[in-house]
Structure formats: C-alpha cells, structure tokens
C-alpha cells in the first residue's frame, strides 16, 4: 500500500530534479530519502526516476505517480479539515423538530435561519410533529433535538432545557361579545360559560394540561367542545364560531381573518413555555453548537426586552 508519507517525498523529488535538494526540502538526510524512493520503485515494480549526471527526473511512469499522488494529497489534506470542522461542530448533519405552536415563535425560525447561515457545512433537517411523536423519533435517533411546550416526564434517556416562556392569549371569534366589550385584560373566570376548542392533548399535552389547570383554579372545568390536530387549524375553528380557545401569544403573528385577541387576567399559571429536548448523553459537536446559538439568542431576546421596558 502507497503510504502518504512516501507520495509526498517522491513529489519533493520530483519538484526539485535532486535527491539532495528534496531532502533538504524535507528536513532529512540524503542516504534515508534515497532508500525511501528504492522502496517506492520495488513496490510498484518500475522506475520512477531517471539518474542524470546531476540530478533525477521522472520517467513516464514517475510522470504518471506525480500526476495522482498530487491529487491523493489534496484530497487527504481536505479529509483531514473536513473531519477537524466535524469535530468542532461546523460540519455534518443536525435534525431538529419542532411543535407547530413552537415554530410560530419567531425565536425558533430565527435560530434556525441564523444558524444555517453561520455554520454551512452543516445540513439541517426540519420536521414538524406532535410532542408524542416528536419524542419518539428523539428516543429512535432520528432527531437531535427538538422544540416543545411540556417539559418531559417518565423518558429516562431524554431531557428538556427551557428556553422562554410566553403569555397566552385568549382566542375568539371576531364578532364575539367578548371581543366587543373592549381591550383591557379579561378574567379567566369569565370564560366559565363559554364552549372551549383546544389542541388535542395527544399532540400538544403541555398546553393542553396548563389551559385546564388554569380554568380549574379559576373555579371552572372549561367546555370542550372540539379538538383539533394542529393550533393552526384550532384558530381555523375558532374564526368559524365554533368557539373560544386559549392560545400562545405569538400565534397572533397569523393573523387570521375574523379572530380577535385579549390579554387574560387571575391567571398567573397560564402561560405557554418553550424547551429543548435532547438525549442525555448526546456529545454531537454539531448540537452542542446549536444549543449555544439558541443560548445566545435568548440572551439577546432577554437583553431587548429589558431595554424596551426601561
């Protein structure tokens, strides 16, 4: 087997037509360097230099070597990078899931678009998905990480780092009573009447469990009276009348023709919260390099939202 070693002094004997020179080249001596290119020419079973009164110079077959072992070390050097950029988080594969409700806060597309355009050598893959399903594509290995509302529980090989937590908003149709008797902040027990439509629990059990808990402190069981797979398509049954729902505050970037929004009070609990859930254990260079994008990113969110309430 051509060692890469030996390619790279025969290019250095090439380059300069003299054995003594390459050596000097090289940092070695004469006698080593000319046994190293004997060696080369036994294995190969030809002759890869022409002896000249002063000085060498490659034979066809030496032309051809040069040729090839030129491109084998671009090439070796270039694995070489490519695998210390891999090591270093900037090269290589990251798959990353998020809820619906999730994608809709503009710090996940943010990070996601800010992280693609920093690191490039890296291909990120998106999926979007319930919690449920999200989590067991994590515990399979076909996502790295992935955004959701509910810390997790009861998955002793995952874990879940919060990211921020958002107000919730109450959701209604545009021409509802409730939307007409104006903006200030409505108390959560006056929705004790009112039919509810929710995001199921199966894919989305932290919102879900959280609007409960909050209706039953506020002295009510809501009424459901429909759920729907997706938050997108609750707003959707919203707008049609079929009744009122609670909802993250950034859901309002939809903009959904003929819902209305109001800020809610007496309800400290209710709020909507975002978490990373990885694998425990997980030491991708590539995550760990993501995690701190979105680290920064938080930190810069936190920091202008000081700035605008000061």
Request: hydrophobic fraction near 45%; include cysteine.
């Amino acid at each position: 087997m051509l060692e890469l070693r030996r390619l790279h002094a025969f290019i250095a004997i090439a380059e300069e037509g003299h054995i003594t020179r390459a050596a000097e080249r090289l940092g070695m001596q004469q006698p080593p360097l000319t046994r190293l290119l004997q060696s080369l020419e036994a294995e190969l079973g030809v002759a890869l230099m022409e002896r000249l009164p002063r000085g060498v110079r490659p034979t066809p077959a030496g032309l051809a070597l040069l040729e090839e072992a030129r491109v084998l070390l671009a090439r070796a050097e270039e694995v070489t990078r490519v695998v210390q950029r891999a090591a270093r988080g900037e090269q290589g594969r990251l798959a990353v899931g998020f809820t619906s409700s999730a994608s809709l806060h503009p710090l996940v597309p943010d990070v996601l678009r800010g992280f693609r355009e920093a690191w490039p050598g890296v291909t990120v893959l998106l999926e979007e998905a319930g919690t449920g399903e999200l989590m067991d594509a994590l515990l399979h290995e076909r996502l790295d990480a992935a955004f959701v509302r509910s810390s997790l529980s009861g998955m002793p090989t995952l874990q879940s780092e919060p990211i921020l937590t958002e107000p919730m908003l109450l959701a209604m149709p545009l021409h509802h009573p409730l939307s007409l008797s104006g903006d200030a902040p409505l108390a959560l027990s006056a929705l004790a009447d009112e039919a509810f439509v929710l995001y199921r629990r199966r894919a989305g059990q932290g919102l879900y469990d959280v609007i409960l808990a909050a209706c039953r402190a506020a002295g009510f069981s809501p009424l459901v009276v429909q759920e729907a797979p997706r938050l997108t398509s609750t707003l959707s049954l919203v707008a049609a009348g079929l009744g009122l729902s609670i909802v993250p505050a950034s859901m309002r970037r939809l903009r959904g023709d003929g819902i209305a929004y109001r800020a809610l009070s007496d309800c400290p609990g209710l709020t909507a919260p975002l978490h990373l859930a990885t694998r425990i254990g997980d030491q991708s260079a590539v995550l760990q390099r993501f995690r701190q994008s979105l680290m920064q990113a938080v930190q810069l969110e936190a920091q202008s939202l000081l700035v605008t309430t000061e």
